[in-house]
């Protein structure tokens, strides 16, 4: 047998199987959907944020302006980011300055605010002069 005819029936065989695959998959149901569709109903009870969420997402243009959905926006904001609610949230810390050890007066002109990042100039006591 020579080589050109080996490799055209190889490729035809090929081609034969690879369509036989296709049509069964096109003709075989896809039953993927329902399974979606019920673990979604069945987090959606689990979790009421979730189902107030997928409300939001499907009343469109409106959503923002809807109070619900707002809520529900900072509420999966919060969650996802990891914060704590306001209420329980520590009270905000005041910025530490660089250098804790210069009083913040020393380089400072009256009127001009502190800026805490940058290192104030000491200054030194004048030394007794030698003899």
């Known amino acids: ?11 035809v065989v090929f081609i034969a ?12 149901k896809d039953d993927e959907p329902d399974a979606l569709a019920t673990r979604d109903r069945s987090i ?4 009421p944020l979730a189902a107030e969420l997928r409300r939001c997402s499907g009343i469109g243009e409106a959503g923002p ?7 529900a926006w900072a509420d999966s904001r919060r969650r996802f980011l990891g914060q704590r609610d ?11 300055t660089l250098f804790p050890d210069v009083p913040a007066s020393a380089n400072r002109k009256e009127g001009e605010p502190t800026d805490v990042t940058a290192p104030a ?5 004048p ?3 030698a003899r």
């Open 44 to 47: 959606a009870s689990q979790d």
């Open 1 to 11: 047998m020579d080589g050109k005819i080996f490799a055209r029936v190889g490729a």
């Open 17 to 28: 199987v690879a369509l036989t695959v296709t049509a069964i998959e096109m003709s075989s």
């Open 121 to 125: 100039m000491q200054v030194e006591p």
């Open 65 to 71: 302006r809807d109070p619900g959905c707002l809520k």
């Open 86 to 96: 306001t209420a329980t949230a520590p009270a905000a810390i005041a910025p530490k």
């Open 127 to 129: 030394r007794p002069k």
